[in-house]
């Protein structure tokens, strides 16, 4: 803006080039006149003119995105440019709902994690983007606006849960009404504009990161890397659980318990709550996926829990045989608990 180079008021630049390359939709995917190594050969000379000019990483921040699935002959790894021309890895994925025949309700971690997973093995230290994502209203019966606000609850917890650095919405009206504000449908009216009010309650937490007007590059450039350390550490010490354990029945030789968790934080949707459980054998349990190791009971989401709000905190019980213990200590996530017995 002062009209000189390499100043405090430069513009910074997140360029995300032919993405989705691991689909058939674009001519940079591999066909009958080009390959992947084409792709990486593009890819890798673009990267170099950039830098030939000055413009490096404190500049200009390189996302290679891939389709959340491999649509085609060539896997997304096969057009991976290398570790030292990207700095970002993206997933661009879509819930598509009922609104073609080939497509079905999905969760954010049943679109997104498997694709994840793999370029967390291709490249384990980039950070991850989610620089297309979105929800149709088309669920079962039909458009349901409350099963996409729902939805956007989900997202916002897997972005946490995931550890996902960056996310641009995919707010257009496209092949379906991607839209969360502004579009044909919602699940609230503001100001005469249709609005899903979870993701504008999901951008107002703390985790987010908002304009810094007093900076004239808003993020830092530790932020602006993909390094959030420093906010990750902060949250993590200040979240808490708790788990009230109690016995609702005994007889000889077995008993009924239940567990509550609660959290001073929205917990994962993808939960894991184990506990001591010494002496005891698990005869059954409901409302979560029980399974007994040596002396330890672990509970994980039943396979309705993604259709649940993100809001939503585990209730569960199980039959026990033996004599009940009550435990004295339990991990969510690893995140150790207070355990209250009644």
Known sequence: MDGQYDTDDDRRV????????????????ASSENSPNDYIAMW????????????DSTH?????????????????????????????????GFNWGTDYSWSRWQSPPEIFESMRYRLGQLAP??????????????????????????????????????????????????ESDWQVFGGKNGAEEL???????????????????TGGHSHPRILSDAQFQGDFSHEAS????????????????????????????????LIPQNWQLDWEFPQQQ???????????????????????W???????????????RGVPVAPTHASLNGLSCTVISQ
């Open 234 to 265: 902060s949250i993590t010490a200040q979240q808490s659980c708790q788990v009230h354990y109690y016995i609702s029945k005994q007889w000889d030789g077995g008993y009924v318990a239940k567990l509550n968790v609660s959290a001073n934080y």
């Open 125 to 174: 230290n980039k950070p991850v983007a989610l620089p297309e994502v979105a929800s149709t209203s088309g669920n079962t019966f039909g458009t349901d606006n409350f099963a996409k606000d729902a939805w956007v609850e989900q997202l916002a917890q897997y972005v946490q849960d995931a550890d996902i650095r960056m996310m641009s919405w995919f707010n257009q009206g496209k």
């Open 14 to 29: 997140f360029i995300r080039l032919a993405h989705e390359p691991n689909g058939t939709w674009y001519p940079w995917s």
């Open 44 to 55: 890798q000379r673009t990267h170099q003119q950039l830098r030939d000019i000055g413009l």
């Open 191 to 209: 100001d005469g504009v249709m609005t899903y009010p979870a993701y504008q309650q999901a951008v107002g937490e703390d985790y987010w990161i």
């Open 60 to 92: 200009v921040q390189w996302i290679w995105t891939v389709n959340n699935v491999d649509i085609g002959e060539y896997s997304a790894e096969q057009y991976y440019p290398g570790d030292a021309y990207v700095d970002w890895l993206g997933i661009d």
């Open 282 to 304: 698990l005869a059954y349990g409901w409302d979560a996926v029980l399974q007994q190791t040596e002396d330890t009971l672990t509970a994980t989401p039943p396979s309705w």
């Open 306 to 320: 993604k259709w649940v709000s993100a809001t939503s905190t585990p209730s569960f019980g199980y039959v026990g």
